[in-house]
T-cell receptor, first 115, second 117 residues
Framework: ETGVTQTPRHLVMGMTNKKSLKCEQH?????MYWYKQSAKKPLELMFV???????ENNSVPSRFSPECPNSSHLFLHLHTLQPEDSALYLC??????????????FGSGTQLSVL | AQKITQTQPGMFVQEKEAVTLDCTYD???????LFWYKQPSSGEMIFLIY??????QNATEGRYSLNFQKARKSANLVISASQLGDSAMYFC??????????????FGKGTHLIIQP
């Protein structure tokens, strides 16, 4: 079992659908993140949760809505997406130590296709 | 301006040869951290190695080493004795300051490494 689990692995949805991505970490970490990975572009940080509180929102459109009910679970709720939102969505977790050295542990991602 | 530049979109290397993946960075912070991640076709990003800006020694982790040249702002990854399983995307990343977490963690566009038998 990997430390960070994401479901589903693949998702195809229409522009009018509502779906959710799920992430669960089994590492006892206190911070979780959503990243977007598009083809030929660097990873883009979307959301950061530190001790269940959102601390960063990098100007992500409101059609993406994160939820962090506890330090082990993270969701990304999707509604009325656009085709350009098709990408690999990666979840990560880390243990905040404040020294800048903390490593991010990633899940395998959800490959999202918006039709 | 890009903060992390990886100039090699793709590389082909013979098995058992050493590989150097280039990474240059741009920051005005005195304290920062540099990371390398590997992403196989399965999609998961795997942490490989870390170098702190104040570390005097180059970081090493098994077959991975980081050639850190602070004055040139470069942090190249060296893989010794490459193996077929090393075929993957490789990403260089930087965290600026000492805030910790993903705040300020910037990734490059990656290098697609293919090891040939």
């Amino acid at each position: 079992e990997t430390g960070v689990t994401q479901t589903p692995r693949h998702l195809v949805m229409g522009m009018t659908n509502k779906k959710s991505l799920k992430c669960e970490q089994h590492l006892g970490h206190n911070a979780m993140y959503w990243y977007k990975q598009s083809a030929k572009k660097p990873l883009e940080l979307m959301f950061v949760y530190n001790f269940k509180e959102q601390t960063e929102n990098n100007s992500v459109p409101s059609r993406f809505s994160p939820e962090c009910p506890n330090s082990s679970h993270l969701f990304l709720h999707l509604h009325t997406l656009q085709p350009e939102d098709s990408a690999l969505y990666l979840c990560a977790s880390s243990q905040r130590m404040g020294d800048g050295n903390e490593k991010l542990f990633f899940g395998s991602g959800t490959q999202l296709s918006v039709l | 301006a890009q903060k992390i530049t990886q100039t090699q979109p793709g590389m082909f290397v013979q098995e058992k040869e050493a590989v150097t993946l280039d990474c240059t960075y741009d920051t005005s912070d005195q304290s920062y951290g540099l990371f390398w991640y590997k992403q196989p076709s399965s999609g998961e990003m795997i942490f490989l190695i870390y170098q702190g800006s104040y570390d005097e020694q180059n970081a090493t982790e098994g077959r991975y080493s980081l050639n850190f040249q602070k004055a040139r702002k470069s942090a190249n990854l060296v893989i010794s004795a490459s193996q077929l399983g090393d075929s993957a995307m490789y990403f260089c990343a930087m965290r600026e300051g000492l805030r910790g977490g993903a705040d300020g963690l910037t990734f490059g566009k990656g290098t697609h490494l293919i090891i040939q038998p």
